[in-house]
């Protein structure tokens, strides 16, 4: 790398910094950093990055020696040259490009095997709207501006990946039902007649009327939506589920999780309240609560909420989270299919990054000695 530190050099900053028998300080330090920037998938202020690298200048002592009869050659902590790495490693972070990434498979003293692949762009903003005739629009090559007219409803496309409807007088009462896709690769955000904003993960549906008439608001969905449904305490909120469950709301902000491909549909609760229904069961959700939907309802009393919420922030969050998990997720935002060698590695990983790296960036840090990938085409192995 010109001007800098050898490539070497930096894995073994990397391997330093992610060792707790050196420079405990200095790794809790840079592991905050990361925090701070992912907590709202932004960079951290230039004030702030400078303050954690004065930190960790403090923290470099010029005692720091390789330990006695050690064969790994050890570069100067104190040399400028470790600072100024160490802090684009943090504003590298701060910035959402990379992320730190601990397994947990308890016995791996292997160095990470760096894995070659071609890029794979991230999903966009992409998605197929449906309207009442069966004709479709794909909004992701459709101009800016009004779209459709369905009934007394204006579809207006925005340029920040967002279709509105917006009401023109009052509805002649005939049911125009529309339906907006997102594809693998995909993500759309909705605004509906009565104000309600959805964001759709990929592979995500809605089914909704262009207008919304009598005594209830009643939507269809799969795959992964965050709603926060417009205050309406006369005409309830009903969200229908492929998996024959529904919930049903006021005025509140919660997230479905309900792809083919997952154990159970999830409903959790962010502010307000809910009550998720599945034949003859019904329970009502508190805020930070989560509903799992198989064959009955189960109730997980505290569930994380910046987990939950990663895709909708632009972040993936890998926390505590098993491989296969992981890869479904990859499947759908890379638009890639992932195959495996054998049975599915029982491991689990924490880190989080942004969902806007290349694949990979991702495949690069996923993998080690013990996680072998490969990619052929958009086909992710793993061996």
Request: hydrophobic residues 40%; charged residues 25%.
């Amino acid at each position: 790398m010109q001007g800098g530190a050898s490539e070497a050099e930096l894995k073994e900053l990397l391997e330093l910094m992610s060792d707790t028998s050196r420079e405990p300080e200095s790794r809790q330090l840079i592991r905050e950093a990361m925090a701070e920037g992912y907590a709202n998938g932004q960079p951290m202020e230039e004030d702030r990055l400078l303050q954690i690298s004065e930190a960790i200048m403090k923290i470099a002592s010029p005692e720091v020696k390789p330990e006695a009869g050690s064969s790994r050659s050890l570069f100067s902590i104190r040399s400028a040259g470790w600072l100024k790495w160490a802090a684009i490693i943090v504003l590298a972070l701060g910035a959402g490009s990379y992320f730190w990434l601990f397994k947990q498979d308890q016995g791996s003293t292997g160095t990470q095997q760096i894995v070659s692949a071609k890029d794979i762009l991230p999903g966009t903003n992409k998605a197929i709207l449906t309207l009442a005739d069966g004709s479709s629009i794909i909004l992701d090559s459709s101009t800016n501006g009004i779209i459709a007219q369905q009934g007394t409803a204006a579809i207006e496309k925005q340029s920040n990946g967002t279709i509105v409807y917006n009401q023109q007088g009052t509805s002649d009462g005939k049911i125009m039902t529309n339906t907006l896709r997102t594809p693998r690769g995909g993500q759309y955000k909705l605004t509906l007649p009565d104000g309600t904003k959805v964001w759709m993960n990929a592979s995500s549906s809605i089914t909704y009327p262009a207008s919304f008439t009598g005594d209830t608001r009643v939507v269809n969905v799969t795959g992964e939506l965050y709603f926060e449904v417009a205050k309406n305490a006369t005409q309830p909120f009903i969200v229908e589920v492929e998996d024959r469950s529904s919930i049903e709301v006021l005025g509140t902000s919660f997230n479905i999780n309900a792809y083919d491909n997952e154990s159970s549909s999830k409903t959790t609760l962010i502010e307000g309240k809910v009550r998720v229904k599945k034949a003859d069961q019904s329970d009502i959700l508190q805020p930070g609560q989560q509903a799992r939907i198989g064959d009955a309802i189960t109730i997980a009393p505290k569930v994380d909420i910046d987990q939950i919420l990663a895709w909708k922030n632009g972040n993936f969050n890998f926390e505590d989270m098993p491989l296969s998990e992981i890869m479904r997720q990859l499947e759908r935002w890379y638009d890639i299919e992932v195959r495996y060698e054998g049975p599915i590695p029982a491991i689990k990983f924490h880190g989080k990054m942004s969902r806007g790296v290349v694949l990979s960036d991702v495949i690069t840090f996923l993998s080690d000695n013990d996680l072998k990938l490969k990619l052929e085409d958009r086909i992710l192995i793993v061996q």
